[in-house]
């Protein structure tokens, strides 16, 4: 449910609907509310809670930078890849602020946890503040020099519509973009491996090298990235019509 509707918050902010994205939010906020209050449901939220990633952005999109920072408290503390797009919003907030200081600061600590994983994801955020952020870090600060150049090569050169498969320094099989196309869906490994008529550990290798090849560490920016190179089939496609046999149960 929470990655489903951060992901709906996600797909609106890139669409440039940020009302609706801020529709959504609250829609999510309040439901939340409802349920703590209900001492008839076992609430157990995870660790790692996807609307918390996305709250930052959408308050930063909706003109209300002075409380990014504080929305991003919980996503700093999180995985690397959670810290790090938390760490971006915070910077593109004080940047907005007129704090360059403090958005330098704040776009290191994003370098600090991205850097040593690869993590390109956190830093494409529409518009080309983040770039400037990262030239300013490099000018004053200098370290991770050869990431934040690989950043600066990526962000600033403006992507076609559908971005290429030849940028991806290892395509994807055949297999690993049928899994790929499942992930929206929300499925379970267990229901993607019975969809595909292969065993659950394969459907958990498949991923694993997914996640390697397009550089993300979770379902979430997988399916971003996948969107991004245009590597999903039309919303209903995988409702309308059974999937082709892809081979025997392993």
Not at 62 to 72: D, L
Not at 132 to 147: K, N, T, W, Y
Not at 149 to 167: C, G, M, N, R
Not at 170 to 182: F, G, K, N, Q, W
């Amino acid at each position: 449910m929470l990655l489903r509707a951060a992901l709906e918050i996600e797909v609106e902010l890139g669409a440039g609907n940020v009302d609706h994205a801020l529709e959504l939010l609250a829609a999510h906020d309040l439901r939340r509310t409802q349920l703590r209050g209900d001492a008839t449901v076992n609430l157990d939220w995870p660790d790692e809670d996807p609307i918390e990633l996305v709250r930052g952005l959408v308050l930063l999109a909706s003109g209300r930078p002075e409380q990014v920072r504080a929305a991003a408290a919980t996503a700093v503390e999180q995985s690397p890849s959670s810290a790090a797009t938390g760490w971006v919003a915070t910077a593109l907030a004080e940047d907005r602020l007129r704090h360059d200081v403090l958005a330098t600061e704040a776009m290191g600590y994003a370098l600090d946890v991205a850097a040593p994983q690869g993590l390109v994801l956190p830093f494409r955020v529409p518009g080309g503040h983040v770039a400037a952020i990262l030239r300013l870090h490099q000018l004053v600060d200098g370290r991770h020099g050869a990431f934040v150049q690989l950043l600066l090569q990526q962000i600033e050169v403006k992507p076609p519509a559908a971005p290429s498969l030849a940028t991806l320094l290892e395509p994807l099989t055949e297999r690993e973009r049928v899994v790929v196309a499942y992930l929206p869906t929300m499925r379970s490994n267990a229901e993607i491996a019975d969809e595909m008529g292969i065993s659950v550990n394969t459907v958990k290798q498949h991923l694993k090298s997914v996640h390697r090849k397009l550089g993300v560490t979770s379902r979430r920016e997988a399916v971003r990235a996948a969107r991004q190179f245009d590597l999903l089939p039309e919303p209903a496609g995988l409702e309308s019509a059974e999937p082709a046999p892809v081979g025997p149960r392993d």
